[in-house]
T-cell receptor, first 117, second 114 residues
Framework: ETGVTQSPTHLIKTRGQQVTLRCSSQ?????VSWYQQALGQGPQFIFQ???????GRGNFPPRFSGLQFPNYSSELNVNALELDDSALYLC????????????????FGPGTRLTVT | AQSVAQPEDQVNVAEGNPLTVKCTYS??????LFWYVQYPNRGLQFLLK??????LVKGSYGFEAEFNKSQTSFHLKKPSALVSDSALYFC????????????FGKGNQVVVIP
């Protein structure tokens, strides 16, 4: 186990609703990255937070937003849910700085399975 | 932008035989390369990484990978496969500079046949 936890485990939402997913990073880590893994695909980078600020963003629309808190835990918020948002959402923690850092590998949580109907 | 290709959808191997999972990458400059494994309904588990140094890197559970700069490849290997190695394997790359963004391949399903 990595020490990265995510909640909830599963979630079912209706199209148009909003959802918040949560992640607690591994002790000592200051960077959290979020990924979306659609069925049968590899994870796609959504964004990264370093010391409470966004530190890079993938090709996702603004309705995907996030926060990082002083304890380095993080939230992913998705507004106006669409059917294509159904996926496994993975949080990963690491230790580093804005230009990459000491912990090159990222440690992943178990994920939140989001189903949009 | 960095990218990874994992050309095979599924790799079947008999238990006890060598296992190879292929990965090629594209990145500007020097790469950081990683292999992760995913079991059903679980997150990704880190296996090994190449940052610099020896081209043959050793990781968890008897896995190793060989970095080949001229062929831009980073194939994962295990000398003797176990049934418990059956899982989904992902190769990932990040650039030397920039944020810690990982680009993943589509994954390879490994099936080890008893």
């Amino acid at each position: 186990e990595t020490g990265v936890t995510q909640s909830p485990t599963h979630l079912i939402k209706t199209r148009g609703q909003q959802v918040t997913l949560r992640c607690s990073s591994q002790s000592g880590h200051n960077t959290v990255s979020w990924y979306q893994q659609a069925l049968g695909q590899g994870p796609q980078f959504i964004f990264q937070y370093y010391r409470e600020e966004e530190n890079g963003r993938g090709n996702f629309p603004p309705r995907f937003s996030g926060l990082q808190f002083p304890n380095y835990s993080s939230e992913l918020n998705v507004n106006a849910l669409e059917l294509d948002d159904s996926a496994l959402y993975l949080c990963a923690s690491s230790f580093g700085g804005r230009a990459g850092g000491v912990t090159y590998e990222q440690y992943f949580g178990p994920g939140t399975r989001l189903t949009v109907t | 932008a960095q990218s990874v290709a994992q050309p095979e959808d599924q790799v079947n191997v008999a238990e006890g035989n060598p296992l190879t999972v292929k990965c090629t990458y594209s990145v500007s400059g020097n790469p950081y390369l990683f292999w992760y494994v995913q079991y059903p309904n679980r997150g990704l588990q880190f296996l090994l990484k190449y940052i610099t140094g020896d081209n043959l890197v050793k990781g968890s559970y008897g896995f190793e990978a060989e970095f080949n700069k001229s062929q831009t490849s980073f194939h994962l290997k295990k000398p003797s496969a176990l049934v418990s190695d059956s899982a989904l394997y992902f190769c990932a790359v990040r650039e030397l500079y920039g944020n810690n963004r990982l680009a993943f391949g589509k994954g390879n399903q490994v099936v080890v046949i008893p």
